[in-house]
């Protein structure tokens, strides 16, 4: 994956954002953000989101596997130095009854807020939607938390419909 990168002037500092595609060594800062990203969802829905203790812990291994995948996309970005933003995704196999045997699955997205509005998240997708091309998917899909109005207007703005509903029943 090739080296994306934009300047931006913020306030008399000229401030470089780097896109790249993540590596083994990066999982540790991605854990980071992978801990407020499942703080956020639990704060959403407790019941939906009832990670077990240090998810991102538990994710390290799925990341570094990710990272070694030609055909999951993880991407960060980085600002001077400091990763900033991730997504992760990966081809996912679809059950048999349907045309479409594979697509492309955004996993998490997640950009800390003091970066956000800044076309960070568009950014990764579209890196993810090339890997996805490059995979042979014909589809992207995801998923987004009830309470992620902002999420949905995003995803939509990129294209993204709603075609299906979670809904949960506790027992």
């Known amino acids: 994956m090739g080296l994306d990168w934009s300047s ?3 306030g008399n500092k ?4 780097i896109y790249r595609a993540a590596t083994a060594e990066d999982v540790p800062q991605v854990q980071l953000l992978v801990k407020k990203i499942c ?3 639990q704060s959403w829905d407790a019941k939906r989101f009832g990670y077990k203790p240090c998810p991102e812990e538990i994710y390290r291994d799925w990341l570094v596997d990710r990272a070694n995948d030609e055909r999951s996309p993880f991407f960060v970005a980085e600002r001077d130095g400091r990763l900033v933003a991730y997504l992760v995704g990966s081809i996912e196999v679809e059950i048999p009854i349907y045309w ?3 697509c492309g699955w955004i996993h998490d ?5 003091e970066y956000r509005h800044e076309g960070i998240a568009r950014q990764l997708l579209m890196l993810s939607v090339e890997v996805f091309k ?3 998917a014909s589809q992207v899909r995801l998923q987004t938390a009830e309470a992620n109005d902002v999420g ?6 990129l294209g993204f419909r709603v075609c299906t509903r979670e809904m949960l029943l506790e027992l």
Do not use: N, P
Request: proline share 0%; charged share 20%.
């Open 14 to 17: 000229l401030c470089t954002m």
């Open 100 to 102: 479409i045997t594979e």
């Open 152 to 157: 949905r207007q995003f995803f939509s703005s």
């Open 8 to 10: 931006e002037l913020f």
């Open 39 to 41: 703080t956020l969802h």
């Open 134 to 136: 490059k995979a042979g």
């Open 109 to 113: 997205l997640w950009v800390d807020e």
